[in-house]
């Protein structure tokens, strides 16, 4: 079982400033099968990120997404308001289908 | 616009049943698998079951197998999630879930979620 570790748990920055969170998978993985989300209070889950980079529909490009092997990073150029949320990464296994989630990484406004 | 509404969640007693819907619209419902994802109060999003487009073939998480059932029907663009045995553990949002288009399986739509609470 794989097993997706964020850091940090917590970020504190400013608007304007560069968010970078990480994403750390316990075996290597295909990047084609790893995303991030956000997570506003009292919303759904969004989709930014699918196959580690590429945007997912309506994204601004301001959030970008990279990585291989275990280790896959969200950035975040320069912090909007509401992108202060909690964000995390998922992985997805084909045989038998599973998905995994990261345990999350809040982004707070210093 | 593709729209996802979740219903029928609840407060139920453990070892109680329970029935959610999902009302789907803005796509072409039997061109997608769908998907039940849930987040339990202070989690992560935790994946439930699937259901391919014609309904023949689900799959499930561990920690819900033999208990719940996933179906759909198609001419009602309509998903469903059947729960047996409650236990507090199941107590989360529920939500439904589309994919991206094409062969990526990362969930793009998800509704608003409805509400399952298991206590005595």
């Known amino acids: 079982e794989i097993v997706l570790t964020q850091s940090p748990g917590t970020l504190s920055l400013s608007p304007g400033e560069r968010a970078t969170l990480s994403c750390r998978a316990s075996q290597s993985v295909s990047s084609f099968y790893v995303a991030w989300y956000q997570q506003r209070l009292g919303q759904a889950p969004r989709l930014l990120i699918y196959?580690?980079?590429s945007r997912a529909t309506g994204i601004p490009d301001r959030f970008s997404g990279s990585g291989s092997g275990t280790d896959f990073t969200l950035t975040i150029s320069r912090l909007e308001p509401e992108d202060f949320a909690v964000y995390f990464c998922q992985h997805y296994t084909r045989s038998p289908p599973t998905y995994t989630f990261g345990q999350g990484a809040k982004l707070e406004i210093k | 616009e593709v729209q996802l509404v979740e219903s029928g969640g609840a407060v139920v007693q453990p070892g109680g049943s329970l029935r959610l819907s999902c009302a789907a619209s803005?796509?072409?419902?039997?061109?997608?698998?769908m998907h039940w994802v849930r987040q339990a109060p202070g989690k992560g999003p935790e994946w439930v079951s699937l259901?391919?487009?014609?309904?023949?073939?689900?799959s499930y998480a561990v920690s819900v197998k033999g208990r719940f059932t996933i179906s759909r029907d198609n001419s009602k663009n309509s998903l469903y999630l059947q729960m047996n045995a409650l236990t507090t553990g199941d107590t989360a949002m529920y939500y439904c879930?589309?994919?991206?288009?094409?062969?990526?399986?990362?969930?793009?739509?998800w509704g608003q979620g409805t509400l399952v609470t298991v206590s005595s």
């Open positions: 196959g580690a980079s």
């Open positions: 259901i391919t487009w014609d309904g023949g073939s689900t």
């Open positions: 879930a589309r994919p991206v288009a094409g062969m990526n399986p990362h969930f793009e739509y």
């Open positions: 803005g796509f072409t419902f039997d061109g997608y698998t």
